[in-house]
């Protein structure tokens, strides 16, 4: 038999292969190489066929198992285009991620808390009262807000939280629950000492005791209005003044009903009261007054002699207001900037006085409903007073 060159013996492609001779017995078998990469078959893109009694949908399946795919090479415009959407994505969530820190940083600025207002709140809470609180605003309001869900105690903690901090508080026609009743004014007067400014207008709740509490308890009061408060009498305001004659700017008693012209003779020692309010004081324009003094307005004049500060004086619906109120206007009040006296029995006679001498600072005057006012008087006060006014009157102006 004629031997078989080394070089015509088959080899297996890309291997190296070593025969073992150690005699006829050992059949030879290759051995491959770790470090030897194994090129693809050139059978590999041939289509393969299903044998007999395996589905097409099998074969699929297995062909899917095994073999492994590859990302397609991307063109140049689609990998740019995307490129550019992930930068304007990536800029889109830094401006959110900025946005969230900059929101996160004011609701933690306490500066930005100094003034909460509540308006119209139908659904308050303890909770949310009690975390109100602990921001320690300076300046509170609560105006036209439900209190049927909130309790005692979530009024004691807002409160509470505020302490000494609070120095202005609005409580004006609240409704339900404790707002019912002077409660929340109460708990003020307790826990906030340092309070300057009180408005508890249009509050029925507001008695004498409410007013005697914030009186006692604040250091100093400046501007107190108690507009609407029908419940409170004359000792309320005597211990208003008693306590705060000295700091008290602005009072306003609009529609009190149960007060007389008592206060007068209270309210003439407010040295420093510029803003007062004695709006449809039905008790004031008639037996009141008459009660005091028997002379029609002579009290109302004498207080106005001890208010050299007023700037605001609101005297609309009071008949016993004439011609005398207002000449004490003129030479008491040289300050006065704003007049209502509509509705009062002032005559053309009263706005002389105001022309003969010169009001420098009046801004407005309403004198709506007051007859036997003709335009030659009006055209002197206008002319007599070096600051534009602005007159507000109606059509009750005789020729």
């Known amino acids: 038999m004629r031997p078989v060159s080394r070089s015509a013996q088959p080899k297996v492609r890309g291997e190296h292969v070593v025969h073992q001779e150690h005699g006829p017995a050992h059949l030879s078998h290759p051995v491959v190489s770790s470090n030897t990469r194994i090129p693809e078959s050139p059978f590999a893109n041939v289509e393969r066929r299903p044998r007999k009694g395996r589905s097409e949908k099998n074969l699929s399946r297995r062909a899917t198992d095994t073999v492994i795919d590859h990302p397609r090479r991307k063109s140049r415009g689609s990998s740019a285009h995307l490129e550019v959407s992930d930068r304007a994505n990536q800029h889109s969530k830094n401006r959110h991620i900025g946005v969230c820190r900059r929101f996160a940083s004011l609701t933690l600025d306490r500066s930005l808390w100094h003034v909460i207002q509540l308006h119209r709140h139908q659904h308050l809470t303890n909770t949310a009262l009690a ?34 901090g609070l120095r202005k508080l609005s409580f004006i026609g609240c409704t339900k629950g404790p707002f019912d009743r002077d409660i929340p004014l109460l708990l003020a007067a307790d ?8 408005n508890a207008s249009y509050t029925q709740a507001v008695r004498d005791q409410t007013v005697m509490a914030l009186a006692k308890s604040a250091f100093h009061l400046i501007s107190v209005k ?13 211990q208003l003044v ?3 004659k000295d700091t008290l700017q602005r009072l306003e008693l609009f529609g009190c ?18 803003a007062l309010a004695f709006g449809h004081l039905h008790h004031l324009s008639s037996d009141g007054l008459l009660e005091l003094v028997g002379k029609g307005e002579v009290g109302i004049a004498q207080m106005l002699r001890r208010l050299p500060r007023l700037r605001v004086l609101d005297l609309c619906g009071l008949s016993a207001v004439g011609d005398m109120t207002m000449e004490a206007l003129a030479q008491s009040c040289p300050h006065l900037e704003d007049l209502d006296v509509s509705c009062t029995s002032v005559t053309q006679n009263g706005l002389l006085h105001l022309a ?8 407005c005057l309403r004198i709506s409903h007051c007859r036997e006012i003709t335009k030659d008087v009006l055209e002197k006060l206008i002319k007599a007073c070096p600051k534009q006014v602005a007159f507000m009157f109606s059509l009750f102006i005789s020729d």
């Open 226 to 238: 108690l507009n609407g408060a029908q419940q409170i009498s004359n000792a309320a305001i005597q």
């Open 131 to 164: 975390c109100i609180g602990r921001l320690r605003p300076r300046e509170l309001r609560l105006t036209y807000c439900r209190g049927d869900n909130i309790g005692e105690e979530g009024l004691r903690c807002l409160f509470q939280g505020c302490g000494t």
């Open 356 to 363: 003969q001498v010169p009001a420098t600072c009046l801004r």
């Open 191 to 198: 826990y906030c000492p340092n309070l300057s400014h009180v």
């Open 242 to 244: 008693h306590y705060h």
């Open 257 to 274: 009903f149960r007060l007389n012209s008592d206060i007068f003779k209270l309210l003439g020692s407010c040295q420093e009261l510029r």
